[in-house]
């Protein structure tokens, strides 16, 4: 296995990236432990505002852990401990008194499985609006309106808004729960292998929609899937074993990565 070396990585083609003018989210000297095993070593990118990207690895890299790390999703998890920093809108979230639930209403989160509330489409749209404190009934179906449409979801269900969310379909109920992070006016998404559960239909609507989402959001997407990473990604960060070992305008990474670890990952030799 070649030696890593993220400086080398990181240095000498101006597709890499190193720091953007629009940067939504500054990662700096990033590590995570669960207990003794350290499983994010010294990560440090910068997320570009309003464009969509991309975390690729193999199985066990760290993906899900670092995309939790960007909302602090990872506080719920026993014997974490995380150093380092992660600025957002100007303020290390990992610092200080940080209202987390504030943070992951501008910082949103889609699993890999749709995960709606057992209750009707409108009142899983409608549920976080209302825990942030909008209650007027025009309002609120204003904002599940607008968050339905766009989650390209509005057409499908706009006759049967009482209608139990579970009996969508997966594809359906994954655009439900876009549509439910999008209900809080989020300035970030991130989504974890959001289309991977999906039959290829479903999943090419996910992707389709990504893209619409960039024009308003800013969205981390990790995924398994190098050509999806490929389709809907302008920038990828490749990891291995913990550690950010290119990141890149997507483009540049699939067709001339400067790492020869990155290419035999893209080009299937492990993983
Ligand atoms: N809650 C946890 N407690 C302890 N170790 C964990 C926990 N979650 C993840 N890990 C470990 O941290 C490392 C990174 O895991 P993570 O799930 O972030 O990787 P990943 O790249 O997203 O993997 P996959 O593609 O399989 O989802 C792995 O070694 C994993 O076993």
Avoid at 75 to 98: C, L, T
Avoid at 228 to 248: C, K, M, N, P, Q
């Amino acid at each position: 296995m070649p030696e890593i070396n993220v400086e080398e990585a990181l240095a000498g083609d101006s597709a890499n990236v190193k720091s953007f003018n629009n940067s939504i989210i500054d990662v700096e000297n990033l590590n995570l432990w669960y207990g003794e095993s350290h499983a994010l070593n010294e990560i440090t990118l910068e997320i570009p505002e309003k464009q969509v990207t991309a975390i690729i690895g193999p199985s066990g890299c760290g993906k899900s852990t670092f995309l939790r790390t960007l909302n602090r999703m990872n506080d719920r998890i026993p014997n974490v401990r995380i150093e380092g920093s992660i600025v957002y809108d100007g303020i290390n979230i990992y610092e200080g008194d940080i209202d987390v639930a504030t943070l992951r209403k501008e910082v949103g989160m889609v699993f890999q499985k749709p995960n709606p509330f057992p209750k009707s489409i409108y009142e899983n749209v409608a549920y976080g609006p209302r825990v942030h404190g909008v209650n007027d009934k025009t309002k609120l179906n204003e904002v599940v309106e607008e968050s339905l449409k766009n989650a390209a979801l509005w057409d499908e269900v706009k006759d049967r808004l009482d209608a139990s969310a579970v009996d969508l379909s997966g594809g359906q109920q994954q655009r439900l729960c876009i549509a439910r992070a999008l209900a809080v006016e989020p300035k970030v998404l991130l989504m974890d292998e959001p289309a991977s559960a999906l039959d290829p239909v479903a999943m090419s609507k996910i992707e389709d929609l990504i893209y619409e989402l960039k024009k308003n959001y800013t969205v981390v997407i990790v995924t398994h899937n190098m050509q999806e990473a490929a389709r809907v990604s302008d920038y990828t960060a490749f990891f291995h074993l913990g550690e950010l070992i290119e990141y890149s305008k997507t483009k540049k990474l699939f067709e001339n990565p400067d790492k020869r670890m990155t290419e035999e990952y893209i080009t299937g030799r492990f993983g």
